[in-house]
């Protein structure tokens, strides 16, 4: 009976043992090492890919935000519109509606977006894409398709005393292809993009 305790106790030290020095391993030097490794390496992005503008920070080129007027809901015509956002673009609350596409909520809210959006900017329904009335699978994708880009110059311009054309040099610009030449599809930051607009429009 006594070497069975004392079999047990030592079992029972090695493993306490095996405990601390997994958590020590795990919980504070593997995180250290890779948090060094990602600062010294890639310090923008480990840092969250934000963006300063006038010696602020204005936002992360990773999280989409909204463009509204200020104090209010409405979206600013003077600035390109992000895709909507369910959670209002904060990062703390992050997935998509979870609405089927045959849901009537879904189907009303998306017509009901497509002709917002395309009295917003003075097209028909028809020219509006699929980025401009339904929300990413994050809720916060921070770009929007170039068909959602185009749309919105005409607007942007007439608001900035700019021409269509100098904007949509601009768009066309910020434009970025696939990821590694095949993964998605291109797109357009619109963090990027109105910061550019900014700039343009200050000239």
């Given at each position: 009976?006594?070497?069975?305790?004392?079999?047990?106790?030592?079992l029972?030290?090695?493993?306490?043992?095996?405990?601390?020095?997994?958590?020590?391993?795990?919980?504070?030097?593997?995180?250290?090492?890779?948090?060094?490794?990602?600062?010294?390496?890639?310090?923008?992005?480990?840092?969250?890919?934000?963006?300063?503008?006038?010696?602020?920070?204005?936002?992360?080129?990773?999280?989409?935000?909204?463009?509204?007027?200020?104090?209010?809901?409405?979206?600013?015509?003077?600035?390109?519109?992000?895709?909507?956002?369910?959670?209002?673009?904060?990062?703390?609350?992050?997935g998509?509606?979870?609405?089927?596409?045959?849901?009537?909520?879904?189907?009303?809210?998306?017509?009901?977006?497509?002709?917002?959006?395309?009295?917003?900017?003075?097209?028909?329904?028809?020219?509006?894409?699929k980025?401009?009335?339904?929300?990413?699978?994050?809720?916060?994708?921070?770009?929007?398709?170039?068909?959602y880009?185009?749309?919105?110059?005409?607007?942007?311009?007439?608001?900035?005393?700019?021409?269509?054309?100098?904007?949509?040099?601009?768009?066309?610009?910020?434009?970025?292809?696939?990821?590694?030449?095949?993964?998605?599809?291109?797109?357009?930051?619109?963090?990027?993009?109105?910061?550019?607009?900014?700039?343009?429009?200050?000239?």
């Amino acid at each position: 009976m006594k070497n069975s305790v004392s079999h047990a106790a030592r079992l029972s030290w090695a493993a306490l043992r095996m405990l601390l020095v997994m958590t020590v391993v795990t919980g504070v030097l593997y995180p250290l090492a890779v948090t060094g490794v990602a600062q010294a390496l890639f310090p923008e992005k480990a840092n969250g890919s934000l963006v300063t503008a006038d010696g602020r920070e204005v936002g992360s080129a990773l999280i989409g935000q909204s463009w509204n007027v200020r104090g209010t809901d409405r979206p600013d015509p003077a600035w390109f519109q992000p895709r909507p956002s369910h959670s209002g673009y904060d990062p703390l609350a992050t997935g998509s509606g979870q609405l089927g596409a045959s849901d009537p909520t879904l189907t009303r809210t998306v017509a009901a977006t497509r002709k917002a959006v395309a009295a917003f900017n003075g097209v028909p329904e028809s020219e509006v894409p699929k980025d401009a009335v339904t929300g990413s699978a994050s809720a916060i994708d921070p770009h929007i398709s170039p068909a959602y880009a185009r749309i919105q110059i005409k607007r942007v311009a007439e608001h900035n005393g700019l021409s269509e054309a100098a904007v949509r040099k601009l768009a066309e610009d910020h434009t970025e292809g696939r990821t590694a030449g095949f993964l998605g599809e291109p797109h357009v930051n619109v963090l990027a993009l109105n910061l550019a607009l900014r700039d343009l429009a200050a000239r």
